[in-house]
């Protein structure tokens, strides 16, 4: 002991030589004490949020203990901290490192040397530590890496904080030290990207998060000259994910580009203990590799310990209690309720992490990777991993059984049903991950593989997991015994999510499903596949009446059976067709009742035809508020896009598009039959933003295979107009026309035929105006009155155009009154063009106001009146009588006015007065130019 304490006192010496203990003016300031804190030789990176809480907390408590995960940053962010607040101690920052103590007096011993307090013949160390300490100013004791001597410390820092006052105590652990009044505040990983968006990340992207910006400058420092580029960005993305943000783990991962590019590095990640291993040689040996960090918790573990931190292993998306309890205790070496309380012990231990906010458990990766290899060393996995298969199977069985409907029938059962479906596919989602794992594990066609299948069916369709169904779902079936209750269960499941992809291998497998139903009289699975293949008649072709009429049918016997799943695809997927097609009433007939966001978005879309822009919009603002609480399924994403399309060219106003978030889904979430959904939202912002050449080529992009998907071509016909291609806007126009004439589709009916008579207009007047009333009749009869406002624009236009200026004037008033009442802002350029032209040529005239009086519905019965009438322009060709066409047939062929007058049986006066009348209506002065009108028209 004595030799003990001359060792001390030496040491004491040598720093007194060093770094004497009395004040020291230090750039004007004054230095207090021995603040010695380690001297990092990088920049922490980001931590600024955290450093900014733990400075508020340091003003408050006494004792506060840094917890995380090994790796986490616990030590980087003490010294950083320690540092900021160092001018607020008088009495000094100390700095003890503990790594190196492996007992009690060893602790205190590395706290004497630090406060340079000499042992005493006759006088406790730790008694000394605290005299000393009560004696000095206010000050900060740091106590790094703690976690192996949790007793030895909590025993210290409690004597001194019983006796210093001014003395507070900050420790680094990976286990609170449970001392009273203990601030236990866990250091969470730098954020990082999601790892599901790696793939499309770029550079620009990546900026804010804080693993990328570590990454970034500990690359930097291991190759000079190194950046994160928009190519190396997606694998950069993936190992700053993957890796959880750790920044251990990342800093590691960076010093391999000093011999491998970023793509190998995030290809190798999945043997990361091998590959993130040779940190610098001046670090703690546990801090060279990732392992060893690993490895230097689990050592502090008991048995127990061990064997649930393995087990837990098996948890690829975080857990629940009762979900360790079953694959944990299910070797039945421990009792299912220790295994609760060894999770508990494990979160303070910082292997396991906890979000009360979700009452779940969760491992980072890097951590559950090293179960796993210590569930593999052990010779465990194939029992835990069965265990875990099993387990989510009856799980997902018990979310589908949910509560029953009895009692219940009729659209209030439909709205029960869907609610509780939307319950369950909430209560799947976190899951989601574990049920992906136990479909990889198991035996495709296993009575389990089908099991985990068909609870997974309403989540793959409600989330859209379209991709997902595909790789993991549909093997099991493939695979499955189709004689098996579970076979058939699981092909059920899958309709709408397989049906949606338009997936002709799943058709494959209703098709012999549906005959195995039929030679069982089993009614209800056999209704329930044919509505699968005539929803995809309908999503195919348009709306039928023959498959109209067969999902009616259908629709009334899932009523009979109580099959609410039958009942409610049967009513909305043809409801989002008939809205496509623009048959809105026939579409609200189909959803009335429903509470859904799916039906509020059709209504909104069916409000958004008429032109009822205020109750469209508050009905798609419910759907969105319904969308946002995940209560409703994401495919109902693309109809609120569907609806920000139309809204912007209603308001003109590009914005509409980003304000009702319409790109909120990524296209990999799409079935195939709403991509076109897609390219109309991008193509109408292109045009409400004056962008035409663009907008064509987005809608050019995508060539119609689905009947929603004619709706861009109306678009790209009125865009080809505006850009004066008259004849591609025909013939676009011209295809769209030939799918009306096949299905009933009134939207796309006055689209093609308003593009087509603005193509006729200078070349055959009555042509144009036939098809221009035909279009508005067609507008009028579905109560599509945003259309109706075109047509009438497009007919009062012409009508100006053939001298017939009141009553053109009376049509566009009405039109524009109409225009107001909606708040119909957008007009395509060329039609924009047209009104203002024919509204100069009305001024003043008294139809106008007329025309302001009358509501759209009055001035279309108008306008029908007039259809029958004979209309002949004032000038140009269309303006000549059939008697003057004679006349220019003969001067075309070289006649004098007598050659004419005899031929043609009238008196050279009449001759003369004719070709007077032609010259004027044409706007030439003599025979040879109107020979040249002539040899040009018979060109064309």
């Known amino acids: 002991m004595f030799a003990a304490a001359c060792g001390r006192m030496l040491h004491r010496m040598d720093a007194c030589v060093l770094v004497p203990p009395y004040p020291v003016l230090l750039d004007g300031g004054l230095l207090m004490g021995r603040q010695v804190l380690p001297a990092p030789v990088a920049p922490l990176i980001g931590r600024r949020a955290e450093l900014a809480e733990l400075g508020s907390l340091l003003e408050r408590e006494r004792v506060i203990t840094l917890t995380g995960s090994g790796g986490c940053g616990k030590t980087r962010l003490a010294v950083e901290l320690a540092r900021q607040v160092s001018d607020g101690y008088p009495g000094g920052v100390e700095w003890v490192e503990l790594a190196p103590s492996s007992d009690t007096e060893s602790v205190v ?365 549909m093997p099991p079936l493939l695979l499955g015994d189709r004689r098996s209750d579970e076979w058939k269960h699981a092909v059920l499941q899958l309709m709408a999510v397989r049906t949606n992809a338009l997936d002709p291998r799943y058709a494959e497998l209703r098709d012999e499903a ?91 879309a069916a409000a958004q035809l008429r032109g009822e822009t205020a109750a469209s919009t508050a009905l798609a603002a419910e759907a969105q508020g319904l969308l946002d609480a995940r209560l409703g399924a994401t495919l109902d994403r693309m109809l609120v896009a569907f609806r920000a399309a139309g809204a912007a060219l209603t308001s003109g106003d590009p914005a509409t598009v980003d304000d009702m978030r319409a790109g909120d889904v990524g296209s990999d979430s799409l079935p195939r039959s709403l991509f076109s959904i897609r390219g109309m939202v991008r193509g109408a912002r292109e045009v409400v933003s004056g962008r035409l050449e663009e907008a064509r080529v987005i809608l050019a992009d995508s060539p119609p295979d689905l009947f929603a998907s004619w709706r861009n071509v109306g678009l790209l016909a009125q865009v080809e107009m505006s850009l004066g291609d008259v004849d591609g806007a025909k013939r676009t126009a011209s295809r769209l026309r030939a799918v009306a004439d096949a299905v009933p589709a009134p939207s796309y009916a006055t689209m093609s035929d308003l593009v087509l008579a603005e193509c006729e207009r200078h070349t055959d007047v009555t042509a144009a105006l036939g098809l221009a009333h035909r279009s508005l009749a067609t507008a009028a009869e579905h109560e599509l009155w945003p259309a109706v406002v075109d047509a009438l624009e497009v007919l009062g236009s012409m009508l100006i155009d053939v001298g017939r200026r009141r009553d053109g004037a009376r049509v566009l008033a009405a039109a524009e009154s109409g225009r107001a009442a909606m708040g119909y802002r957008f007009r395509f350029p060329h039609r924009a063009a047209d009104v203002a032209a024919a509204r100069v040529a009305v001024s003043g005239d008294d139809g106008w106001a007329e025309g302001k009086s009358l509501s759209l519905a009055e001035i279309t019965e108008v306008v029908q009146r007039m259809r029958g009438e004979r209309l002949r322009a004032v000038s140009g060709w269309e303006s000549l009588t059939p008697t003057e066409v004679q006349v220019v047939e003969q001067v075309a062929e070289g006649l004098t006015n007598p050659q004419i007058a005899e031929r043609l049986l009238m008196s050279r006066a009449t001759v003369k007065t004719h070709l007077v009348h032609v010259y004027a209506k044409l706007g030439i002065n003599n025979r040879a130019e109107l020979a040249a009108i002539v040899v040009r028209r018979s060109a064309r």
């Open 514 to 604: 549906a005959a195995e139903a039929v030679r069982l009289g089993d009614r209800a699975t056999h209704n329930r596949l044919e509505l699968s293949r005539h929803v995809t008649s309908t999503v195919l072709l348009g709306p039928l009446d023959e498959h109209l009429d067969a999902l009616a049918g259908i629709r009334e016997e899932a009523y009979e059976l109580g099959d609410w799943y039958t009942v409610w695809n049967a009513s909305q997927s043809p409801a989002l067709i008939l809205v496509a097609a623009g048959r809105p009433r026939e579409a609200e007939q189909l959803v009335a009742g429903l509470v859904s966001s799916r039906s509020l978005m059709i209504r909104s």
């Open 109 to 473: 011993s590395a706290l004497a040397t630090v406060l340079e307090v000499v042992e005493v013949p006759g006088e406790e160390l730790i008694a000394r530590i605290v005299r000393h300490l009560g004696e000095r100013d206010r000050a900060l004791i740091v106590l790094d890496n703690a976690e192996h001597l949790l007793g030895a410390v909590a025993d210290v820092v409690a004597q001194i904080t019983a006796v210093a006052e001014q003395v507070q105590v900050l420790t680094t652990s990976r286990e609170p030290l449970g001392v009273p009044g203990e601030v236990v505040w866990r250091v969470p990983s730098l954020s990082a990207p999601v790892l599901e968006q790696a793939a499309s990340a770029t550079e620009q992207a990546l900026r804010p998060f804080e693993s990328v910006q570590l990454f970034a400058d500990r690359a930097g420092r291991a190759r000079r000259g190194f950046r994160v580029t928009d190519e190396a960005a997606p694998a950069i993305a993936q190992i700053c994910a993957r890796l959880d943000g750790v920044p251990l783990a990342i800093e590691l991962a960076a010093a391999r580009i000093r011999t491998m590019p970023p793509e190998r590095i995030a290809a190798q990640l999945d043997d990361r203990f091998r590959l993130l291993a040779g940190g610098p040689r001046t670090l703690l040996a546990r801090q060279q590799t990732l392992q060893a960090s690993v490895a230097w918790s689990e050592d502090l573990l008991d048995d127990t310990e061990r064997l649930v931190f393995r087990r837990l292993g098996v948890f690829a998306g975080g857990f629940t209690v009762d979900a360790a309890e079953w694959v944990v205790a299910g070797f039945g070496d421990l009792d299912a309720y220790d295994v609760a309380d060894t999770v508990g012990r494990l979160v303070d231990k910082s292997l396991v992490q906890f979000d009360v906010s979700k009452d779940r458990y969760s491992m980072l990766e890097t951590i559950r990777s090293y179960a796993m290899q210590r569930l593999l060393d052990t010779g465990e996995v194939a029992r835990a991993r069965d265990a875990h298969a099993d387990h989510f199977a009856m799980w997902l069985d018990r979310v589908a059984a949910g509560d029953p409907l009895d009692g219940v029938s009729g659209t209030v059962a439909v709205n029960a049903w869907w609610e509780h479906r939307v319950r369950g596919v909430a209560l799947v989602e976190p899951e989601w991950p574990n049920c992906a794992s136990a479909l990889e594990w198991s035996s495709p066609g296993s009575a389990t593989s089908l099991r985990i299948v068909a609870g997974l069916g309403d989540y793959w369709a409600i989330r859209q997991r379209a991709h997902d169904s595909a790789r993991y779902g």
